[in-house]
């Protein structure tokens, strides 16, 4: 299944699993993020195309990464008048990991919804034993 969602004011065409830059969302890596504006989902003869959004449907997505790309610089120069000038700037970014993609009604699943969280609670109690050994 694909989906294709607007963010950033560009489109991406997205499937589970995907990495995608994308411009700056808001969110640590590790958090989860929802793209709320999907304008088809589906596959194949099967996709829903919205009108202009299919309602309801969401892209959930993990950050992987916020980083910058590389410096875009735009020289303007007058020849024969000594005038240039150079600027530039270094648009930022976030890598973001595709978990799935929820059709109109569908709840997200158990993993993708708190998988971070569960696994941070089974760990807590582990690293406390594991301190507790090494003071003594």
Do not use: C, W
């Not at 989860?32 to 996709?47: Q, T």
């Not at 309602?55 to 950050?63: G, I, L, M, N, P």
């Not at 120069?77 to 700037?89: D, E, I, M, P």
């Not at 969280?117 to 301190?131: M, S």
């Amino acid at each position: 299944m694909f989906a294709v969602i607007k963010t950033g004011g560009k489109q991406y065409r997205v499937a589970a699993d995907d990495l995608l830059k994308v411009e700056k969302v808001a969110g640590a890596p590790g958090d989860k993020v929802e793209f709320a504006e999907v304008l088809v989902i589906g596959e194949g003869a099967e996709a829903t195309i919205g009108a202009p959004l299919v309602k309801d449907a969401r892209v959930v997505a993990e950050v992987v990464e916020q980083g910058r790309a590389r410096k875009v610089i735009a020289f303007k120069k007058r020849r024969r008048q000594n005038s240039k000038r150079s600027r530039g700037h270094r648009q930022e970014l976030t890598t973001v990991r595709i978990s799935e993609i929820l059709a109109p009604g569908a709840k997200p699943s158990r993993k993708a919804k708190g998988a971070g969280k569960e696994e941070a609670v089974a760990a807590a109690p582990a690293a406390v034993d594991e301190a507790a050994a090494a003071s003594e």
